[in-house]
């Protein structure tokens, strides 16, 4: 095979390193920060993205961290009630796990051979590439460069490998800002009512919730309409007033939530996107997860698009010379992603309305085409 560069020690940076690292490939994985952390919350994992743990056979071990999901209880706003969802086939959601994104992040990293295959380079901070006929370099922030055969970015909304396959583009943003907090189980379980997922929503603002860690946690994630935001990044601690001012006129259950959110860590972020990617690679260079298509979180969906992105690419790849690899990975992805990128925003709507008008209809969370994709068989 040869060697890559992959660039981004993420969900996706580590996958497609993985899957890489089966077929040969000699892999260098750059990550900026000086060594791995835990970091987010709760993640959804979809069939699909199942399908592609188990092709980096990683599946037993991933079951015995990830516990089932369930259908959401939508609730209404003012009342909490829980309104009659649409008459739809659920099976897909019963296939569908759930676990701390630091859990899966530890079981990739664990999973990383120490035989010399995979060399890790932290603190090394990607600002550009160099492509000559024969190789790609990576330029770090020191000005060193590593060389490779090919380049992978995977570094996330703001990547700078993306600079250089598509051009300089500024992310949106989208209006939406999330806060983030975990509560012990012995706190909100009771105020879940008995459910394992409710969701509130509101004509400018959703309370998620669901069980996690085994039992032992329950994951919230608060997204609440905003005119305006001046940071960015995953850890900027939130104001517990602030949070528990747009959700004074929920239901009681919520509010309670909102204010034990106080007592433990908070944290908040901008949700940005951008338009659909035309051009996911250059000459040795090829992008995937969040440094091509970022996704809005309201179906749960991105971390299983990385997945599913490294599988694909890795196949192609194994199967294909590079210029034609490259070709049907992206031909192949781009689709399924445009209209996850869609769907998911589309969903954010649908919560809205669902504040508004207070009934369930159909919307894509209950669209199980969405899940349907199994990205270890499906045709290159």
């Known amino acids: 095979m040869g060697r890559v560069t992959i660039v981004g020690g993420g969900i996706a940076g580590i996958s497609v390193a993985l899957a890489m690292l089966r077929d040969g490939w000699t892999v260098t994985l750059c990550e900026q920060a000086p060594a791995f952390a835990a970091s987010g919350a709760g993640l959804t994992i979809a069939p699909s993205a199942r399908a592609g743990l188990r092709f980096l056979g990683l599946e037993a071990a991933f079951e015995q961290k990830a516990e089932m999901s369930f259908p959401p209880v939508i609730l209404d706003w003012a009342s909490g009630a829980a309104m009659a969802p649409p008459d739809i086939d659920h099976r897909h959601l019963g296939q569908t796990r759930r ?7 530890a079981l990739l990293v664990d999973a990383l051979p120490r035989d010399g295959s995979c060399q890790m380079r932290f603190g090394a901070r990607v600002v550009d590439v160099d492509e000559g006929d024969r190789a790609v370099a990576a330029i770090l922030a020191d000005g060193s460069r590593i060389e490779s055969d090919l380049l992978l970015g995977a570094d996330g909304i703001k990547s700078r490998v993306r600079r250089y396959v598509i051009g300089d583009e500024t992310p949106r943003f989208t209006g939406y800002v999330a806060w983030r907090f975990m509560l012990p189980a012995e706190i909100a379980v009771p ?27 329950v994951n919230c994630v608060a997204i609440v309409r905003s005119e305006g935001w001046g940071e960015e990044g995953w850890s900027i601690p939130g104001d517990p007033a602030e949070l528990a001012a747009h959700f004074a006129t929920a239901h009681p259950d919520a509010r309670a939530i909102v204010a034990a959110a106080a007592e433990g860590a908070l944290f908040t972020w901008a ?8 051009g996911w690679t250059r000459g040795r260079v090829a992008l995937l997860g969040d440094a091509v298509h970022p996704v809005l979180p309201f179906l749960g969906l991105g971390a299983g698009l990385a997945i599913e992105d490294a599988v694909i690419l890795a196949r192609s790849l194994s199967a294909y010379p590079r210029a034609d690899a490259f070709r049907r990975y992206e031909t192949g992805r781009a689709p399924r992603a445009a209209l996850i990128q869609r769907m998911s925003a589309d969903q954010g709507d649908a919560f809205a309305r669902i504040g508004v008008e207070r009934t369930v209809g159909t919307a894509p969370f209950f669209d199980r085409s969405l899940f349907d994709y199994d990205p270890s068989t499906v045709p290159l």
Do not use: E, M, Q
């Open 99 to 105: 676990l701390l994104r630091s859990d899966l992040h």
């Open 191 to 217: 105020l879940l009512r008995g459910r394992a997922v409710t969701i509130t929503c509101g004509a400018d603002a959703t309370l998620t919730c669901y069980t996690i860690g085994k039992g032992r946690l």
């Open 271 to 278: 949700l940005f996107d951008r338009a659909p990617a035309r």
